[in-house]
């Protein structure tokens, strides 16, 4: 692995954005369909990045028997779609940060597993996230997170070495991921981290306490080299 990381790709969920209210939106819409009351806010922190899958397990408390979650999810994406970005923002500290990037030349990506037609309809809410040179989400390839190969493609899509990358995110499959990449792997530690989670065991290499974190962690690099 370089020492050196020559470019940064993002998670874009509990990461880049702060997705949460729209999520737990339509998460809380398809279970009040199904006589269930709404996710409470630790739910909501701690299941948001694993999709409806997560948020929708969490508020049956597992997926019940009678209940198809082809057809739970698919409540899910329809409503979240309707509902897209009502309540989304970015995370304070992504702005300067991708500045910060952007200024250095160092280039960045998004890496998430968000469906493509769901993150090509949020992206343009955020002009910052438009400029990203790389764009990979969880349905571009046949296979997405924890596997690294979404990962690997980013970094060839940007011309730069994976052992040069770096990937933020804020669970523990991203950093799975980003290790089996050899990438660099940071977690974004104003994310979606419950307190059932233990991020500290995820053999990352450091847990960013906020976006700045990172540009602290570049301008370091820099002073190395």
Known sequence: MSKTIKAVLFDLDGTLLDTAPDMADAANRVLADHGHGP??????????????????????????????????????????????????SLYDGIKPLLA????????????????????????????ELMKAQVVVCGDTLEVAKPHPEPLLYASKLLNIDHLACAYIGDIEKDMIA??????????????YIGTEHAPCQWNAHDILNSPYSLITTLENQKQLN
């Open 100 to 127: 910060y990037l952007e200024q250095h030349n160092i280039p960045w990506g998004i890496m998430t597993n968000k469906p493509g037609f769901l993150t090509d309809l949020l992206l343009p809410f955020f002009p």
């Open 178 to 191: 980003a290790q089996a990449a050899k990438m660099h792997a940071y977690v974004a530690g104003w994310g």
């Open 39 to 88: 996710l409470n806010n630790q739910q909501i922190k701690a299941n948001t990045s694993y999709g409806a899958k997560g948020l929708l397990s969490a508020g049956f408390g597992g997926i019940p028997q009678h209940l198809d979650m082809v057809h739970l999810r698919q409540a899910f994406l329809d409503y979240y779609e309707e509902k897209i970005c009502v309540g989304t």
